[in-house]
Structure formats: structure tokens, C-alpha cells
């Protein structure tokens, strides 16, 4: 008879844009043997990065029958302060989303532009200035001559507003830091 595995998908946040160790807790049974060793990589409490890891873990009987199985660890990078900002209003801080959302956000007065900034494991992967306080994320876009592809994983954005004309923008203070997660389709 093959081991069975325990294991489930979990979600932590940090605010270190390097990542968190996180430690879980991952189980094998066999129905004769009971429980039974298993190994695991990323290995428990060593340190994820920022978006979305999976973890594979193999067990194996006293008779060499083995199993497999695997989940996901998403790490979350969280800006101190950013719960509570309202002025982001969607997606919400931290919510999954499974297509490319409308990115949402209290207007700034007198703000004729926008400044807003995308980026995934710590690297921006988009600048755009929207003249209204939204702009909606395609499924593929160009940013500083590559095509970039909206992929399962956190990502974190940012609003400025800006003031003036596209070509001599004076930007005011950030309005607002968010996060949402794309999860895999299927």
C-alpha cells in the first residue's frame, strides 16, 4: 500500500521584500506502517520569497512503495502601514483574483494624472499614468521593451498622483500601497 501525504496550500505575509522563512508542518501515513518519514523541498523554515513556492515531498514504506504530493506556500509582501489604507480601494489588500482586475483608488484633488507602479518578486513590471484614478490590467502588456505576462503570484502596486502635464509631471505623496494575488487557472 502507498504512504499518504498530508499536506495543504498556506498563505503568510511579510514586509521584507527578500521573503520569510516559514516553517510548516507536513505528514506521511501508511495504512499498515502508520506514519513514515518523509523529505520535503524547500525544506521547513528555510526562507520563501515573495509570491507563490511549491513544495514537493516524497515518502516512502518499509516495502518501498512511495508517494508523492505537493502544495503551495504564498508569501505575501506586506508595506507597513498599507491595511489600512483607504484610499486603494480595489482589488482589496490581499485578495486572490483569478483574471486581470480593475485597479481602483480614491481620486487626489486637483490631480491630473496618475503614477502607478506594478511589481512582482520585488521587480516592477509595469509604469503607467492613467488620467483617472483606475486602470484596468490586461493578460499581457510591454513595459521597458518586454512582453510581460499576468501570472499566478503576488503582486504589489503603488499611485502617485501627479499634477502638471505627462511631460513635466510634479508628483504628489504616494496615495496608497496594495497587493493581490493571481491565482492559477483551472
Known amino acids: 500500500m502507498r504512504p499518504i501525504l498530508l499536506v495543504s ?5 511579510t514586509t521584507s521584500r527578500s521573503g520569510k522563512a516559514v516553517a510548516y508542518t507536513v505528514s506521511a501515513s501508511d495504512v499498515v506502517d502508520g506514519p513514515v518519514p518523509l523529505n520535503c523541498y524547500p525544506a ?3 526562507a520563501f520569497p515573495v509570491g507563490t513556492t511549491t513544495v514537493n515531498c516524497n515518502a516512502a514504506d518499509r516495502r518501498s512503495n ?3 504530493a505537493a502544495f503551495t506556500v504564498t508569501v505575501v509582501f506586506t508595506s507597513r502601514g498599507t491595511r489600512r489604507n483607504t484610499a486603494m480601494l480595489a482589488p482589496r489588500f ?15 484633488g486637483k490631480a491630473r494624472i496618475y503614477n502607478v507602479q506594478l511589481f512582482r518578486r520585488g521587480h516592477k513590471v509595469l509604469t503607467v499614468w492613467p488620467n483617472r ?4 490590467l490586461h493578460n499581457s502588456w510591454q513595459f521597458g521593451g518586454r512582453t510581460y505576462r499576468l501570472r499566478p503570484g503576488n503582486y504589489t502596486w503603488l499611485v502617485w498622483p501627479a499634477y ?3 511631460a513635466k509631471p510634479r508628483y504628489g505623496k504616494l496615495l496608497g500601497q496594495s497587493s493581490f494575488v493571481v491565482a492559477k487557472r483551472g
Open 9 to 13: 496550500a498556506f498563505r503568510v505575509s
Open 44 to 46: 521547513s523554515g528555510v
Open 66 to 68: 512511495t508517494s508523492a
Open 94 to 108: 490581499g485578495a486572490t483574483v483569478r483574471t486581470a482586475p480593475l485597479l481602483r483608488w480614491r481620486p487626489a
Open 133 to 136: 484614478p483606475r486602470f484596468r
Open 164 to 166: 502638471g502635464t505627462l
